[in-house]
């Protein structure tokens, strides 16, 4: 095959590469893709890797600007960090940083945007190992989010960011372009009433890998808020459940936004897949209360 001109002179193509049946696996959701021996991507992912094991994966949320902090996060041995440009206080710049502190580490960097629209999904350009998307309401919803996402045939995702293989093990672009698809992570959140209802029919869109849980806007979308005082209400519990249910009647993971490590537990030992164990941001003034605390003798 005839070599790119794009980037010539970083770009290499390889014997086989964009060829009808290397590009063609690609359509299969992440899942499935267990036989096969992992390219480079896949074994630079440690999400990707956690998602073939039959066991829980933890990881953390960074809400707050800088790559030290992401790598303090990764520090801790999460498998994942997910960089929160939706409700966190990080820009595109900041992003694109963090993306290669936590990737340096050896964790994978997911990034959630701000919401589902086609330009957003330019975290992947910085080399994310995967993105979470807010508030999917529709079938229809899923997948435009997945052709934004993915490369031709499988979707319309544009070609040409230099900074991609510094997140995963500085191969050319085109083995980049060649092997994404089937390498890259994409996680729906289900935290609207109609999402909930379409759970299951959004689960089976192929490139879909992932539901994850929204408890809090969930329970405000079906009218059971959480609320300190008294919990989760049963039917928000209910409606939890039937969002695993429906990703693993699919082949695919489960995920769910937890606050704390006891939490985490327990949601792991309900035959959850995809959990976080805390916030930056949250995590921070409650050490340091805690601390002052005892400092105090309180």
């Not at 979308?221 to 959480?226: A, D, E, H, L, Q």
């Amino acid at each position: 095959m005839a070599r790119l001109s794009l980037f010539s002179n970083v770009i290499r193509a390889r014997p086989g590469s964009f060829g009808l049946s290397s590009v063609a696996s690609s359509n299969t959701s992440i899942h499935f893709i267990t036989t096969r021996k992992m390219n480079s991507l896949q074994q630079a992912s440690r999400i990707y890797k956690a998602f073939q094991a039959q066991e829980p994966s933890f990881g953390g949320w960074q809400m707050l600007p800088g790559a030290n902090i992401s790598r303090a996060i990764a520090r801790s041995g999460v498998d994942w960090i997910c960089v929160d440009c939706e409700h966190g206080n990080i820009d595109d710049s900041q992003m694109h940083e963090a993306v290669v502190a936590i990737a340096a580490t050896g964790v994978s960097p997911i990034v959630r945007i701000a919401a589902n629209e086609a330009w957003m999904v330019k975290p992947l350009d910085s080399g994310a190992h995967g993105i979470v998307v807010p508030l999917i309401y529709t079938v229809d919803d899923a997948k435009r989010l997945v052709s934004s996402a993915k490369f031709p045939p499988q979707g319309q995702r544009g070609f040409g960011s230099p900074f991609t293989p510094q997140a995963f093990t500085n191969d050319t672009l085109s083995h980049y372009l060649e092997n994404a698809n089937a390498s890259l992570i994409t996680i729906l959140q289900i935290e609207t009433k109609s999402a909930l209802e379409s759970a299951q029919e959004i689960a089976a869109v192929p490139g879909v890998d992932c539901l994850l849980i929204g408890p809090f806007d969930l329970g405000n979308n079906i009218g059971r808020p959480i609320l300190h005082k008294d919990g989760m209400h049963q039917e928000l519990k209910d409606a939890i459940e039937k969002i695993k249910e429906a990703a693993h009647a699919e082949g695919k993971k489960v995920g769910i936004y937890c606050t704390s490590g006891e939490q985490a537990k327990e949601y792991a030992k309900k035959g959850f897949d995809v959990i976080s164990v805390s916030a930056d941001a949250s995590a921070l003034p409650a050490y340091f209360s805690q601390t002052l605390a005892a400092a105090k003798g309180q």
